[in-house]
């Protein structure tokens, strides 16, 4: 997260820290008691390993009373996503068991009915991304607040010149921005989950390029149809 602030601590206990070999890869959300939603690109670099996925913790390294690292029995990216764009960049990741729910440890909903999020509305989005363009990595997890733009906006040749499709959203980037390592967060308005954080151009913090979210009501009835099938 660029130019944003430290969160309150476990004020957003939905948050997941995906990680691989202790460190902090992409971010997430607790969607059902086993079930964390991501972004599909965050398997790109994990050679076929599984993350482990960091539930309960506001700082990465410090002890907290209900931080747990919970291993994963299942990923399921959608079978939509690919390398090449940002096309269905969601990933379901099944935990080994259900997540002890708690204080800080908690489902957020997510948005089921497909209508886009009004422009100018202000949603806040977290992670424990990048927080400068030298790429320092924070311990503790950062948020910020940030505009819808209209998908014309967004779409303009100046801007992503016609890639965003009615399943993604946009953000204004200017100087306030997502960044690497905050893929797979979410971004929620009005205490819902609207978007999940994917990659887009790769750019932070350019008010040319807009942070771009994967809209989940879109894809409300694969994420049941996953989580119903998936043995437990
Ligand atoms: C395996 C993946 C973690 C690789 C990856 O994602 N790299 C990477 C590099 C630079 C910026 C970003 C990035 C993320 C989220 C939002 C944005 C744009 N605001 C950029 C992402």
Same mark, same amino acid.
């Given at each position: ?20 070999? #202790?460190?902090?890869?992409?971010? #997430? ?13 965050? =398997? %790109? %670099?994990t050679h ?32 939509g996503s ?7 960049d969601l ?6 068991? *259900? ?24 949603? %806040?989005?977290? #992670? ?35 890639? =965003? ?14 960044? *690497? ?9 009005? #205490? ?16 040319? *390029? ?5 809209? =989940? ?16």
């Amino acid at each position: 997260i660029l130019r944003g602030s430290e969160a309150r601590p476990h004020l957003k206990p939905y948050m997941a820290s995906l990680q691989l070999d #202790g460190q902090h890869v992409c971010g #997430g959300f607790l969607i059902a008691p086993q079930w964390v939603l991501s972004a599909a690109h965050c =398997i %790109e %670099e994990t050679h076929g390993k599984l993350f482990q996925v960091l539930l309960g913790a506001h700082s990465l390294t410090e002890p907290e009373p209900h931080k747990r690292l919970y291993q994963v029995h299942a990923q399921f990216p959608h079978p939509g996503s690919n390398i090449h764009n940002n096309k269905d960049d969601l990933l379901l990741l099944q935990l080994e068991e *259900k997540a002890e729910l708690n204080a800080d440890v908690r489902v957020l909903p997510f948005q089921r009915e497909d209508r886009d999020v009004a422009a100018d509305t202000v949603c %806040e989005v977290a #992670g424990w991304g990048t927080t400068d363009h030298s790429g320092s990595r924070p311990d503790r997890l950062q948020q910020v607040e940030r505009p819808v733009i209209s998908r014309d906006v967004c779409n303009h040749r100046t801007r992503h010149d016609g890639t =965003i499709t009615r399943n993604m959203m946009c953000t204004d980037s200017r100087r306030k921005d997502t960044c *690497k390592g905050d893929s797979g967060g979410p971004l929620v308005c009005g #205490g819902v989950a609207e978007g999940v954080v994917t990659a887009g151009s790769r750019v932070c913090g350019n008010y040319k *390029k807009p942070a771009i979210y994967t809209r =989940i009501a879109p894809y409300a009835a694969w994420i049941d149809g996953v989580m119903a099938s998936a043995d437990a």
